[in-house]
């Protein structure tokens, strides 16, 4: 039985200085990736005590971390719905507990509200209560119950106001 050994370009065996070099980057970043961050850099393999790298592995991971093309950006998380919140966190304070949480208001802010408690779970449902009685901000003439013919008297007086009718 004999053995190959392959010594293309893709399976080449780097060392971890070669593989620094290969990604510009310095070998304390390759040994910091492994050491805090374990998962993020890219795949090594220990042979005989010695971290080594296959530079398949190591183009692999440059095209997991390509930057998205101009328009392609994704966002980190989904935007809430409007009217609904986020998950609810509790804290310890003096008095008590407060709950808190973002709720996406009508207007399409998100912002953060509060409520307090004797316990995580007063707090809690405290919080749930703020905010299913939350009504929109001040001012706000649209809502998620207003009819359409409402809309179109809206916009008709606004647009005579400025004159665009």
């Given at each position: ?70 328009g392609e950006w994704a966002m980190a ?39 307090t408690g004797p316990s995580k779970a ?11 009685a939350r009504t929109a901000p001040a ?27």
């Open positions: 039985m004999s053995a190959t050994v392959d010594t293309s370009q893709e399976s080449m065996i780097l060392t971890i200085d070669e593989a620094a070099a290969y990604l510009a980057i310095p070998k304390a970043t390759l040994c910091t990736w492994r050491a805090r961050r374990v998962g993020f850099g890219p795949r090594a393999v220990k042979m005989g005590g010695c971290l080594r790298y296959r530079r398949a592995d190591l183009d692999a991971w440059i095209v997991e971390h390509l930057e998205p093309a101009e998380r989904p935007r809430l719905p409007l009217g609904t919140w986020g998950t609810l966190t509790t804290e310890k304070i003096r008095d008590g507990y407060r709950a808190l949480t973002r709720f996406r208001d009508t207007d399409g802010n998100t912002r953060r509200v509060t409520a007063a707090a809690e449902r405290a919080l749930r209560d703020v905010l299913g001012g706000e003439f649209i809502t998620a119950e207003t009819r359409l013919i409402d809309l179109a008297n809206l916009w008709i007086g606004s647009a005579t106001r400025i004159g665009d009718i």
